[in-house]
């Protein structure tokens, strides 16, 4: 069942990274039109949103000791969001607002099998620790993202908001971004991140004092940004200080872990990583409302968008993923067959130079995106989404040399050894 979310929100990620070059155009045009807002919601439904579901259906019940309460309404709900993702994307690009609704409520009717299935899982917990808080929050705000997202889909017909499209965005996008995706990276952070690199959580202090800031700064951003408040600064500072005590937290992870090499895994979460401080430094920047102008502060607020959405998001993802995906498939191939034929370890599945390659190609081509959407720099942004491109194919050839080893005549092994031999 996870495999089934990963290898969709794969594509969906190369698709649109496949794509972006020829939306440049668009992209120097201002944020909130058709064809952005259906490559917006390609990464955002088809790639993080999918494969966060797809991670939690393996790691929820694994970090959380318990089982998944339902694999057949996983199933159900894995298609019924892929039609609905479909669905939002092309009408979006067709500029249809009834196509976008109808597809708005199947993600919305996905949506709740999915909390409906994540929420019977953690009932069953014995206890409630720092992970389990983040998920169960991150859940909410998934749930509050999407309600948000439908009513905003059927104002489109029946204009009902009062016309303030763009406070309601900003506050669905940071309810999206932080709410959704970073509450649930924080939480599958402090699991994670200690066991790729051989390390522990120790102290669980500064993550609690972390998770509340988070909550408490989300919900002051998100009704300020909503009546376009002053405000919206103080609750800024309070979702940078939780950034800061969760990056003081992995650091003391990673400064006792008791592996020295970085793999590709750990380097690009570690490049996630730095790029959030540049993220909330931006945040609180506009925040502020100090920029020379109301073209600039668009043009920045877009970049801002992108940076967290690929260079925070998208390469934390990847980062997870390459340390997630071996291991499933080697589960998958080869772990009936230890002890009885020699198999490959999970780490050789991925291999090094095809992530090497797509690692740079993915910074280069974030840096010289973001700089052509701030700087509206035509030049700038073709180059950087075609290096984008290269490394979408790049990550392509990376997860496919992982899934080929699920096809046992393009990997095979040698023959059986003698039994007591």
């Excluded at 009902?160 to 952070?189: C, D, E, N, P, Y």
Aim: charged share 10%.
């Amino acid at each position: 069942m996870p495999l089934r979310y990963f290898v969709t929100a794969q594509a969906a990620f190369v698709g649109a990274l496949l794509w972006a070059p020829w939306q440049v155009d668009n992209l120097l045009d201002f944020y909130y039109q058709g064809n952005v807002l259906a490559l917006t919601h390609l990464l955002t439904l088809g790639w993080i949103t999918m494969t966060i579901m797809g991670a939690s259906f393996q790691l929820v019940p694994v970090a959380l000791e318990t089982t998944l309460w339902s694999e057949r309404l996983a199933c159900w709900q894995y298609w019924i969001m892929l039609i609905g993702v479909t669905l939002m994307v092309s009408h979006f690009w067709m500029g249809h607002h009834h196509g976008v609704a109808i597809g708005a409520g199947l993600v919305l009717i996905a949506v709740t099998l999915f909390v409906i299935n994540m929420g019977r899982t953690m009932w069953q917990l014995p206890r409630w620790d720092i992970i389990g808080r983040h998920v169960a929050a991150a859940l909410v705000y998934l749930a509050s993202t999407v309600i948000m997202g439908n009513l905003m889909a059927l104002d489109k017909m029946f204009d009902f908001l009062g016309g303030q499209v763009l406070r309601t965005i900003h506050a669905h996008a940071h309810l999206a971004g932080i709410g959704w995706a970073s509450m649930m990276i924080f939480g599958a952070g402090y699991k994670l991140i200690p066991m790729f690199s051989l390390s522990e959580l120790r102290d669980e202090r500064l993550p609690s004092l972390q998770f509340w800031l988070l909550n408490v700064g989300l919900v002051g951003l998100y009704l300020t940004l909503l009546l376009h408040s002053s405000l919206a600064v103080l609750f800024a500072i309070l979702i940078a200080a939780a950034v800061g005590l969760f990056l003081q937290t992995m650091r003391e992870v990673l400064r006792t872990r008791r592996r020295p090499r970085l793999d590709w895994g750990l380097r690009h979460s570690l490049s996630a990583l730095g790029t959030l401080v540049m993220v909330t430094v931006l945040g609180v920047w506009l925040s502020t409302g100090w920029v020379s102008s109301d073209e600039f502060g668009a043009r920045l607020t877009f970049g801002y968008g992108a940076l967290a959405l690929l260079g925070w998001i998208s390469v934390m993802i990847i980062g997870m993923m390459y340390k997630i995906i071996p291991f499933l498939v080697w589960h998958h191939r080869y772990s009936d067959l230890v002890g009885l034929r020699p198999v490959p370890a999970a780490t050789q599945l991925l291999g090094e130079s095809t992530p090497r390659t797509e690692f740079w190609l993915l910074c280069a081509g974030i840096v010289m995106t973001v700089a052509g959407v701030i700087f509206t720099s035509w030049l700038l942004l073709q180059v950087g989404t075609v290096t984008l491109a290269m490394a979408g194919l790049a990550f392509a050839v990376a997860v496919c040399r992982i899934y080929r080893h699920l096809v046992p005549r393009l990997t095979p092994l040698p023959e059986a050894q003698t039994v007591g031999a």
